[in-house]
Every structure is written in C-alpha cells, then in structure tokens.
C-alpha cells in the first residue's frame, strides 16, 4: 500500500502522520472539524504559517525594505531607515512602522542559535526537590534544601548544576496538584518550595511560628509527602509573617518588575482562594481576567492580592540564593492546568474543545490525552507569540539553562478532540521559527542553555535543526544502542529520567513487581533484555551487588563526550520506586520522599564515590567561555 502525502492545511492540520509502529494513520474528516472549530479562521497565516507583520532576520545582517520606514527598538529608541536596516540592531523584538499607511509589523532580531559556550563539558544532579529533604523541611524539600545541596556538592564534588524537577506554582486549593507537570502557571513558583524561617520577619513572629513548625517538621517522619497539609501548615505561617510584618522596599521594584503578568497572577490565587476551584467554575462575571469587574476587585482586596505578590518576592529571593550555590537548570513542562493561572490569564490564546496529548504506542495502545489545553496556533502568532515569550522569560531568569519536555512541541502538538482517547488524534503544526528565535533571544539574554526533551518519534530533520540552534538533545543510556564513547557531543546524557525505571528497581526486579502489581502488564522479556544489555555495556555477570552495579553504570557514562551528564539521586541512593509510573491513577505519583534525608545523603560512601568518579572525566561549571 503506497503512503499517503502528509500535507498541512490552512490551519496548520497534518493530514497523516507515522505512528511509534511505523504505521500512517490519517486524520478523519470528524477530527479535522473539530480541529478548524478550536483554531478559528485561519487567516491571515498559511500553513502554520506566520502572522502577517513578523519579520525574523539573524543577527548582524541587514532587512531590506520596500521604501522609508521608521524603527522603534524594544528600548523605546527611534531609527529612520530609508531602504534596509542597519546590521548592527541589538537582538531583539522592535516595531518596524510605514509612514505611508501606519502600518506596523513585527521585527526579530536574533542570534544564530541558543547560548552555548563551546568549552562546555561538566555534570550535575537530577533532583525532584519536593523528595530532598533536611530535618529543617516542613514534610517537603524546600529552596533552603536545593541550596545547602547545590553549595555541599559544587564545592566537594566541583559539580556544575542541578537539573530540577518543574517548580511551577500549583492553584493554592485543597487538594494540591502533585504532578509538577501539571502546573497552575510555568511564570510563576510554587509557594511550597518556601524555606519559612528564611522568611523575611519570620523570627519576629516567634513563638506563633514554633508550633507550626514542628508540625511542619513532624511531617518528616512520613515517607510519603503530604502536600495538602504542607499547604495548610506554609499559608498559615506566610499569612502570620504577612500581617505582623510588611516587605521592603525592594519588594515594590519586584511587583514593578513583574507589571501586569504578576498582578493578574496575584487576583487569579486571591480568587481561586475565594472561590476553591479553577477559573472555570467561577462565577461568570470573574472570569475574563480583563473585565471591569475585575478591576473592582482589585480595588477591594488590595491587601490579598499584594500577599500573594510578596509570595513570588520571597520565591525569587530563595530562588536567586540557591543559584548563587549552583547552577540551576529548570524544566519546562509542555502544557498546563487547564484551570489554572496561566490558562485564565491567556484564555484567548487557548484552542477550545481539544486536549494535547500523544499518539498510541508500545505502552499505550489507546494513546494519551492528558487534558492539557494547547495554545491556538492561529491566536499565538496574531499576539506575537507573547505567551511562549514571557513563559520562557520567566523560566529563564535565574540563568543556568532549561530543558523543554517534548521539544517537539515547538514545531507540533498532536491534538485529541476533547473526552476522546489518543487514537482520534492527529498533529497540528506551530510558528518553530518563531519560537526558535524567542529561544535565541533569550537564551542569550539569560546565558542559559537550552535542552530539548527529544525522546520518542523525533524527525531526525528537526535533530538536526535543533543541534544547528544549539539546542542541545537529550539522551539516555537505556536508549541508545551506540557506545557511550559515541554519545552526540551537543547533548545532556543520563542513565534514566524520572518516568523509568531505577537502576535498583531494574537489578532487583522491584519496579517489574510493583508494574504487575499496577495491572500493567510489564512484559519479563523485556526487563531480561535491558539487565542482559547492562551486564554487557558493564562487562559483568548476574548476580552482582546493587552497589557496584551502580558506582560502574556512572563510570561508563562519564565516558561520554556529551557536554553534559546529570546523574540521579534516586540512582545514587539506591531507591527501587521511580518518581512517576505513566499510565497510573492508583499509583502516589511525585509523592515519595528519598529514603534518607539531607545530612545523611552527605555521609553517603556511594554518593561520595559517584561524585568523586564522575569529576574524574568532568568539569568546567556552565557559563565558562563565551557564546
């Protein structure tokens, strides 16, 4: 049977796509309607195509115009041009306007690719911070662990930054999301990473504090992390701290800082606060966030709203204390809470009737939808493309680097009409050249490197791509059949990542038990495979200590020429539970805490001569060099 063409629509729609079997599956005519429903007339784009008036031409070269025309750059200054533009504009985004007619478009400046410095070769930890705990955290790892880690194992290890789990901002309700990829915003942080006590006008609170301290504290003693009474236990101390003593004055540049995306950040908790649930179950009259009766609100609930502005103050000083230990690198979940801030605040931008998620696999017979709403690619570049802009901003502003989940995603999303299974799904394509520039732009803004998620059904075009925008890949041992000496040099390499097995739950059979346990069906040939493959990367035979099993699996990845390697804590402390099992709802996903707590992890022998090993073949901290 010949192939079928796969062709984009108006709209931006692919007509057939190859599935993880290597099989085309066409988009239905059904599908293909919903899809034109949720993004709306296509004009004025083509193909996913670019609004009319953006223009992106690479930094040190010149545009050339039709006739006079006047610039205004992003810091306000004027430029008249009469036929091309200079080639010396500062990277960045600037309005070019016709006299003629007044009409004005759009002009991107940017960088070749991402900032990457070309010396690069270290390695760091993947932490879940929510699971590193101190016998100072509240039941949760917290910004004061993340620190006292970061500065223990930069100046005994020379380790060059800790790759972290998404510290997005949750809706502030009961129950608390647990999935940090399921974020209420990606702008905005999660108050339950606060250290209390480091809280500005925390010790004059005193004793009012002590109580709720050490019930914060006893919630150490439970494995499983509580986050519904972490929550209650924080908002009740931030609130004492709150009412007994206000911030400084550097607290009103931060909110001026923060302009208008904070505020509405701000009156979205103070309203989920108000109302206990996400935005669309508010009353009607609260839910467009540009209303009038919005500004009233505003005018009489000016004392919440700055509270949950001051929370983001204490966030980004706690944050900016840890990246002076280490060098941080975030991660970027693809979507969001649907109900959450970032949705409200953007809901125009939103695709409506349609969930993302992804296409059946080896795993997932009826795909994924995981009822996140994806952006209308149509209302994205009519608006410049300024939710991605200001989102990477955010994610970026701390420096260090960020790595994308699904970097895919940049150039498509696969769909799924809404309450259907992944198989009703098909891709629908977004503005890449934008948001590579955005990427560009920012990135070097920032001197932050930028990894992309790109596992699974990857066009080996767009690799390429990527690795000519120096975005750097992302690859796992489990993965690659080449050896590790082979591994590509523009890439982060590891040994798992958070949604696969341990190295101590694939030795110990734990994870194919507790998978069986989940009616998952985990397939025994295939566990037999990978320890068979792992023995013969590793040159050893069953049975073999756990311990050595590791300490030699970090030794063969440090051989990689990769610019960067991030070793586990999980792995390193021999956990046999991986941090999330796909395809579970039974399962208290994102919710254990590591077996052993902060001063313990620093007494680690096995810690200590992983550390130890790696920084044998790796050093060199991030931001050495130049771009």
Known sequence: MKAPVANLDQWGILSAFKDAFGNWRTTSNETRKVFRQAIGNAEPSGPAGRPRGTRIIQYGTALKLAGPAQLRLEDGSIIHIEKRTPKDLPAGYHELKDPSNGRSEQLMVTPHGCYLPPDLHTWGWAIQLYALRSSRSWGIGDLGDLTAFGGWTARNFGCGFCLVNPLGAATPVVPQQTSPYYPSSRCFLNPLYLRIEDVPGAKGAGISLHKIAEAGRALNAHRLINRDEVFRLKFKALEKIWGQCKPNGNFEQFCRAGGTLLRKFAVFCSLARRFQQGWQQWPAKFRAPDSKVIEKYIAENVDEIRFHQWLQWLLHRQMKSAARQITLIQDLPI?????????????????????????????????????????????????????????????????????????????????????????????????????????????????????????????????????????????????????????????????????????????????????????????????????????????????????????????????????????????????????????????????????????????????????????????????????
């Not at 059946?360 to 017979?365: F, L």
């Not at 990477?392 to 150039?411: E, S």
């Not at 503005?431 to 920032?446: F, T, V, Y």
Request: charged share 25%; glycine share 8%; aromatic share 8%.
């Open 335 to 627: 979507g969001v809470d649907p109900g959450g801030a970032d949705a409200w605040i953007w809901q125009d931008c939103l695709a409506k009737g349609v969930q993302l998620g992804a296409p059946p696999d080896a795993y997932n017979a009826q795909g994924q939808n995981w009822g996140m709403q994806p952006f209308n690619p149509q209302r994205l570049t009519t608006s410049f493309i300024e939710p991605f802009r200001l989102t990477i901003r955010a994610a970026l502003q701390y420096g260090g680097g960020l790595r994308i989940d699904h970097v895919m995603g940049l150039r498509r999303l696969f769909w799924i009409p809404e309450g259907k299974s992944g198989r009703a799904g098909a891709y629908v394509h977004y503005p890449l050249d934008e948001m590579l520039a955005i990427l560009a732009i920012e990135s070097h803004r920032a001197k932050a490197l930028v990894i992309g998620e790109d596992l699974g059904t990857v066009e080996e075009a767009m690799r390429r791509e990527f690795q000519r925008r120096n975005i750097l890949s992302y690859r796992l041992l489990w993965f690659e059949s080449k050896a590790v000496k082979k591994f590509p040099r523009k890439a982060l390499t590891a040994i798992s990542t958070h949604d696969l097995f341990t190295l101590r739950g694939l030795w110990s059979g734990a994870d194919f038990a507790e998978q069986k346990k989940l009616g998952l069906n985990p397939s025994p040939q295939e566990r037999r495979k990978l320890v068979k493959k792992l023995c013969r990367r590793l040159r050893i035979s069953e049975p073999a200590d756990i311990s050595d099993v590791i300490l030699k699996t970090h030794r063969l990845i440090a051989r990689s020429p990769s610019m960067l390697l991030a070793a586990s804590l999980e792995d390193a402390l021999k956990v046999n539970e991986r941090p999330n099992m796909p395809g579970t709802i039974d399962r208290q996903n994102w919710s254990r805490a590591l077996p052993l707590a902060l001063h313990e992890i620093q007494r680690s022998k096995l810690m200590r001569q992983i550390g130890r090993q790696i920084t044998k073949t790796r050093n060199g901290p991030i931001g050495s060099g130049t771009s």
